[in-house]
């Protein structure tokens, strides 16, 4: 699964074939991320979520006829947030990167896949990734260890907005040394093992974590979420060689990481999606067996999202918002 350098690069470009870049707009929260796979990838995806925001993901199903990717864009922003992937294309196209599909001018075309999540009432919701921001996340993209903290996708997301978003967290886009990047703006805790460690307060003023999932299931009330609002974002890689089928297989098992580390999860309001990338550019080294690569997926995602929330660092708004951020205001949980 790593190269020679993976003891040094624990994060997702640590994959031989895979390059991540990041751009968080200064104005705001906001920003996005992309995934880049110059010489392609197989792909596949798995939408969990009732309320997602993506675009084309359906050529990722197995019986459909396209076979390689070249980048995956995460991104704030909500539905917005998805023009960024046009950035993304046609940066890509300038480098002559994509689907040949005849000789005029303009036939080629890159495949690029992209989910999006809800940041939109942190700041000035008419600031948000457009194609000039996917773009510049590709020039920032290199195959160096990806910047971690509150960046790029993540850089206005919050988690547990059952009560309000002000009780919430930022998160971090992060990524870890099994090859996943996350950008987590879920509805639920982030939780390790029954604790949570990040997620709503019981009150504006209080260090206590509420227990969202707890609160629930005791039957005390919470504010019911906006369709589409809460989400958790990411992309699964591996330098092994697989098809479709097993891309989609791949980013499956990514979501037993999700289950264990969020609760609750793939709600009414979530948008929770999953991609996974195979570049194949593990040339005659040991191939991994399938199912250790799917234990290793769910494994990357749970850590991933504990990870994220301890990198996060607080937000201050010009409307005197303020979103504490667990890496510098420690709480603390029943």
């Not at 495949?111 to 510049?136: E, H, K, N, S, T």
């Not at 919050?158 to 309000?164: G, M, P």
């Not at 990047?181 to 029954?194: C, F, H, K, P, Q």
């Not at 005659?284 to 234990?295: G, S």
Request: glycine letters at 12%.
């Amino acid at each position: 699964m790593t190269n020679e350098t993976s003891m040094t690069n624990d994060t997702i470009t640590a994959v031989r074939g895979i390059e991540v870049g990041h751009c968080t707009d200064a104005r705001r929260p906001t920003g996005c991320s992309v995934v880049l796979a110059r010489a392609g990838a197989t792909g596949g995806v798995d939408v969990r979520g009732a309320a997602p925001g993506t675009r084309e993901t359906d050529l990722l199903a197995p019986g459909n006829l396209v076979e390689t990717v070249h980048a995956v864009l995460l991104a704030g922003g909500s539905a917005w947030g998805l023009d960024a992937a046009s950035g993304v294309m046609r940066w890509l196209e300038g480098r002559g990167i994509g689907l040949t599909t005849g000789t005029a001018p303009g036939s080629l075309v890159p495949i690029v896949p992209a989910a999006v999540l809800f940041d939109l009432p942190v700041g000035d919701a008419r600031i948000r990734p457009d194609a000039d921001a996917g773009f510049a996340a590709c020039e920032a993209a290199s195959s160096a260890p990806v910047e971690q903290g509150s960046v790029g996708a993540g850089a206005g997301a919050s988690v547990d907005e059952v009560r309000a978003v002000w009780y919430a967290y930022p998160m971090a886009t992060f990524v870890t040394a099994e090859h996943f990047d996350d950008a987590v703006n879920a509805l639920g805790d982030v939780r390790e093992g029954s604790r949570p460690i990040a997620g709503a307060r019981r009150a504006a003023d209080s260090r206590e974590l509420l227990d969202a999932a707890a609160a629930a299931l005791a039957g005390e009330a919470v504010l019911p979420g906006l369709s589409g609002t809460n989400t958790t974002i990411g992309v699964i890689a591996t330098d092994t060689a697989l098809p479709k089928t097993r891309c989609m297989r791949l980013a499956s098992a990514g979501h037993d990481g999700l289950a264990r580390a969020i609760a609750p999860i793939h709600t009414m309001s979530d948008g929770d999606t999953l991609f996974a990338l195979a570049t194949g550019k593990a040339g005659e080294a040991p191939q991994a067996d399938f199912n250790v690569l799917c234990l290793m997926a769910a494994e990357a995602v749970e850590r991933a999202c504990h990870r994220a929330v301890r990198a996060a660092r607080s937000v201050r708004l010009p409307d005197g918002l303020w979103l504490p951020g667990l890496g510098d205001t420690p709480l603390k949980s029943n």
